[in-house]
């Protein structure tokens, strides 16, 4: 879908059948804000125990855990972020972690968002075998960085998906980088802008302030920035200490699940204002709230 001056580029992420792909539906980013719930390919070592205890201790099992996702919370679409291949985490082989994408496709039938450990070098290897263990499926693909996004454009290339590009908190460079990746023949309407967010107390408003002049130039005309925008909700929520701390240590905050659902909540209605069109979020409770909210938008 082509963009037309003065709007938001639609993405569509999710091949259904007659499409050529597995799943059951697609969704378009860009049409009306969506919530992806978040899931790791190995168990989370620093989640507050809250998160034991709404999961049923699936978080050991990455399959039961999207299951649950999908089955009991109805999530219409996962992020999945290879943490495991982290060389500082389990430095999981690239093989190992196609593998995992590959069986995973085959336990559950919502579009997917797979998302890299962080370590550049290593993304380079496992993300290519992802796309490929993935393809015709057209999942969204990330994060391609400006030092460093050629191997993945290449690969999202081949085998059909669409890419995140990561800009750090600076619109100049996230218009760059669509540009260099769109040079390399992946069109902008297939590109998914992640501005790199801070959480309520941690730089939220700076996140919002560059969202905001990006969309605006965006409504103005500029194709170049007028890619939809992903927010990772709630990886940067639940690293505050504010939605961590136990109410042992601080008495005075009160309890520290209202406290983190309140912070994951608050963060993304802000992020939603400034224009987020995916947030990716990790507590079924905020995105229930959040779903609530996002149903009396207009």
């Known amino acids: 879908m082509a963009i037309e001056a003065g709007s938001v580029s639609v993405v569509s992420v999710g091949a259904t059948k007659t499409e050529g792909g597995t799943r059951a539906h697609k969704i378009e980013i860009g049409k009306k804000p969506q ?22 201790g699936s978080l050991k099992d990455p399959f039961s855990w999207a299951e649950k996702c999908v089955n009991e919370y109805k999530a219409k679409i996962l992020c999945v972020k290879l943490q495991g291949a982290h060389p500082d985490f389990e430095n999981k082989p690239p093989e ?52 460093n996004y050629k191997t993945l454009v290449a ?3 081949a085998d059909e998906h669409n890419i995140i590009a990561e800009s750090p908190i600076d619109i100049n460079i996230a218009k760059q980088l669509n540009i260099l990746i769109s040079d ?5 309407e297939r590109i998914v ?22 969309r605006l130039a965006a409504l103005a005309g500029d194709r170049t920035i007028a890619s939809p925008f992903i927010c990772f909700v709630g990886q940067e929520t639940w690293r505050a200490k504010e939605a961590r701390i136990s109410s042992e240590e601080f008495p005075g905050w009160g309890s520290e699940t209202e406290r983190g659902l309140a912070w994951e909540f608050v963060t993304a209605v802000a992020l939603l204002q400034a224009g987020a069109d995916m947030l990716v979020m990790r507590h079924p409770k905020a995105i229930e709230m959040i779903n609530k909210n996002m149903g009396t938008l207009r």
């Open 35 to 56: 919530v992806a719930f978040e899931v790791w390919d190995t168990a989370p070592l620093d989640w507050p125990e809250e998160f034991d205890k709404v999961f049923a």
């Open 96 to 147: 190992a972690c196609a593998k995992f994408i590959s069986q995973l496709l085959k336990k559950v039938d919502v579009p997917l968002i797979i998302s890299g450990c962080g370590d550049d070098a290593k993304d380079n290897l496992v993300l290519p075998l992802c796309c490929e263990a993935a393809k015709n499926e057209r999942c969204l693909i990330g994060s391609a960085v400006q030092d």
């Open 155 to 157: 690969a999202v290339l």
């Open 184 to 188: 390399m023949g992946l069109p902008l």
């Open 193 to 214: 802008i992640n501005p790199t967010i801070g959480s309520l107390g941690y730089g939220l408003e700076y996140a919002y302030s560059i969202m905001e002049r990006a």
